[in-house]
T-cell receptor, first 114, second 115 residues
Framework: AQTVTQSQPEMSVQEAETVTLSCTYDTSESNYYLFWYKQPPSRQMILVIRQEAYKQQNATENRFSVNFQKAAKSFSLKISDSQLGDTAMYFCAFMKYNNNDMRFGAGTRLTVKP | DAGVIQSPRHEVTEMGQEVTLRCKPISGHDYLFWYRQTMMRGLELLIYFNNNVPIDDSGMPEDRFSAKMPNASFSTLKIQPSEPRDSAVYFC?????????????FGPGTRLLVL
């Protein structure tokens, strides 16, 4: 079974600073996908970024980027130039290739301070 | 597109009552998922459908839970009878297809409180 671990229950960062959220996972699969979802106080789940395991290049979406280390089974999210609107729960998720059973980590609550 | 639509947004009911949650997926999406989010267990996949057919219901907690998808634009998750431990946020999500990085798009969720 796949497990996803987010070891940081809570984090905070000053506005405009950079923060990195950690995620590790356990799998014997070679093909899979990784996601970061954001859940603001509205509770809506919003996709932040995704990564295909076969791609060596780290995904980037504007201020959000990942550091994907396949051998280490690590998938961290870096948020640059943090904004107040980035305050939310962030969930790391794993999905096997050709399988819709997405597994989520427990989440990291990020607070961006003015 | 309006995104995934869920109703009601909030539901308060008494133990033993029947609860029906509703979901309208994004038009054209082939897959529909029901998740439950609690503090204790986090986000859990309950069941998912492909082209209106249930594919995997191994996450459904017990026989009190049932889900249907009578057509491509509508699904229900029913709890009968409801219990206080069913209190959670229930999310519906949809996606286009599997076999690629097909993102699941989530609805706003239904917050259920069973007294």
């Amino acid at each position: 079974a796949q497990t996803v671990t987010q070891s940081q229950p809570e984090m905070s960062v000053q506005e405009a600073e950079t923060v990195t959220l950690s995620c590790t996972y356990d799998t014997s699969e070679s093909n899979y996908y990784l996601f970061w979802y954001k859940q603001p106080p509205s509770r809506q789940m919003i996709l932040v970024i995704r990564q295909e395991a076969y791609k060596q290049q780290n995904a980037t979406e504007n201020r959000f980027s990942v550091n994907f280390q396949k051998a280490a089974k690590s998938f961290s999210l870096k948020i640059s130039d943090s904004q107040l609107g980035d305050t939310a729960m962030y969930f790391c998720a794993f999905m096997k290739y050709n399988n819709n059973d997405m597994r989520f980590g427990a989440g990291t609550r990020l607070t961006v301070k003015p | 597109d309006a995104g995934v639509i869920q109703s009601p947004r909030h539901e308060v009911t008494e133990m033993g009552q029947e609860v029906t949650l509703r979901c309208k997926p994004i038009s054209g999406h082939d897959y529909l998922f029901w998740y439950r989010q609690t503090m204790m267990r986090g986000l859990e996949l309950l069941i998912y459908f492909n082209n209106n057919v249930p594919i995997d219901d191994s996450g459904m907690p017990e026989d009190r839970f049932s889900a249907k998808m009578p057509n491509a634009s509508f699904s229900t998750l029913k709890i009968q009878p409801s219990e206080p431990r069913d209190s959670a946020v229930y999310f519906c999500a949809s996606s286009l297809a599997t076999g690629a990085v097909e993102t699941q798009y989530f609805g706003p969720g239904t917050r259920l409180l069973v007294l």
